[in-house]
């Protein structure tokens, strides 16, 4: 079959938006009236209202990173808590969550950055794919706090997360991929604290230092663009930390490592995960690159619903482990806008959020 021939299929997720979680005020009334909205629409999943608790018991590095830099996450978590109170134990309360991705699973998701040099309008854009079970559809959510002297956030979340793949009004954009990888990132400060901390900064350089200062352990990437379009992936595993700059206005990031300390501790699943990403990773680089200084929103919509690789590539249809794609974000952060597949991008529309 080659790459245009693309069989029929059924819909796999059906037509539907994406629900806004709207909240505003202070950060500890932002906090509060999130966990209050989490609680009632989707009860018994408190698997991030739960690892919110964590904010309560910050280490002496990681609280004085947030203090420095973005005190009012602080409250604003403390706000979660007050409301969502501690961990819960008991099983009927708290479904088991989803098995954390093991290294060298399939599937994954497909992030990118594109410089006003490369688009339509001069104005940056950014964003990913989501590839998981069809059941996380279900649980999506676009979370917009407008917190009083602070940054607005603007984000596709689970239920509960406040970090989630999108960007603040800072200009700051930030999205995440799984990185296949034998180990994590042994020393340095808590990785979900740095990386939220991150999107405090006012360009990529200046969150890259705070990274290289202060180190981030565990296991994953995350490609930032700040509001001159300018991005960076920066990879944590046993091997470290690696940052990867953009080509000419173009950064796009996978699920393989790039740089060396990082992939000497790949390791991949049996079959052809590896080749998926790699794949993934090419195929948009040479999409973004054949459409330079046409790259519009519309237009990147259209590059991520192509089927090269059908069933997988970047559009997900089908994977070993049950993964396809079930949602699609593209970022104007400039223009405070957040626009919002629920699905594959091949089969539904947009939805559009604003800041």
């Known amino acids: 079959m080659s790459p245009t021939q693309v069989p029929v299929i059924a819909r796999q997720i059906p037509e539907g938006v994406i629900p806004l979680v709207a909240v505003e005020g202070s950060a500890y009334e932002c906090g ?23 904010w309560r018991e910050l280490g002496t590095g990681e609280k004085k990173l947030v203090e420095k830099h973005a005190p009012h996450l602080i409250d604003l978590f403390r706000g979660i808590t007050d409301v969502a109170g501690p961990p819960r134990k008991d099983a009927a ?24 040099a490369v688009t339509l309008d001069g104005a940056p854009i950014s964003g ?21 002297a602070a940054p607005t956030i603007l984000v596709l979340a689970y239920p509960g997360e406040v970090m989630g793949y999108g960007f603040w009004s800072t200009g ?3 999205f995440r991929n799984t990185l296949y990888a034998a180990g994590p990132c042994a020393s340095g400060l808590n990785y979900g604290v740095v990386t939220i901390v991150m999107l405090s900064c006012r360009s990529v350089d200046e969150a890259a230092e705070l990274v290289q200062a202060h180190g981030r352990n565990g296991t994953g990437n995350t490609l930032m ?33 790039l740089r060396e300390n990082t992939l ?19 195929q948009l680089c040479r999409r973004f ?62 939805v559009t959020y604003s800041v």
């Open 93 to 116: 309360a708290a479904p088991p969550p989803a098995p954390k991705p093991s290294p060298g699973r399939s599937g994954g998701c497909s992030s990118f950055s594109l410089s006003p």
């Open 289 to 350: 690159e054949r459409e330079r200084g046409r790259l519009a929103p519309a237009k990147v919509l259209a590059l991520l619903a192509e089927h090269a690789g059908y069933p997988l590539g970047t559009c997900k249809h089908r994977s070993d482990n049950g993964d396809i794609t079930t949602a699609a974000v593209i970022a104007e952060p400039t223009r405070g806008l957040l626009h919002v597949v629920r699905g594959q991008p091949c089969c539904n529309w947009p």
């Open 225 to 257: 663009a700040d509001a001159a379009g300018k991005s960076i992936s920066v990879e944590t595993n046993a091997g470290g930390q690696a940052y990867i700059r953009d080509v000419d206005g173009i950064n796009v990031h996978t699920n393989h490592a």
């Open 264 to 282: 000497a501790f790949a390791e991949y699943a049996p079959g052809d995960s590896e080749s998926d990403s790699v794949f993934r990773h090419e």
């Open 172 to 174: 700051m954009s930030l």
């Open 32 to 54: 509060s009236q999130y966990a209050d909205i989490v609680l009632s629409r989707y009860p018994g999943f408190r698997l991030y209202l739960d690892e919110a608790w964590s």
């Open 128 to 148: 990913q794919t989501k590839d998981t079970p069809l059941d996380r559809v279900g649980r999506y959510i676009v979370l917009r706090m407008r917190i009083t």
